[in-house]
């Protein structure tokens, strides 16, 4: 899957306003970034790099598991699969927008 086709899939998801209040930001190493500006509505999408209150380090394909439901956020972190920097409270607020 490629960065455009995640992009576009976490915008249909998260509509105008997820309700996160925040900025965040999604490295997905080699794949590009995913900066998530919730902060004003309606939210912003950007492959471009920002400064972010959160940033969560994962693989596209494990963070394509997550939002299927194939792969919990709590058993994806304590694996090391994925990675948090920043304020835990954002990252704990977009487990309900994944699902």
Known sequence: MSLEAVTAGLKEKIGEDCGLGAVLKFDF?????????????PNILSNEDADAGCTIAISIENFMDMAAGKL??????????????GDMGIAMKLVPLLS
């Open 29 to 41: 190493g080699d794949n590009g970034i995913l900066v998530l500006d919730a902060t004003q509505v």
């Open 72 to 85: 919990d956020g709590t058993s994806a972190f304590m694996s090391g699969k994925l990675k948090i920097q």
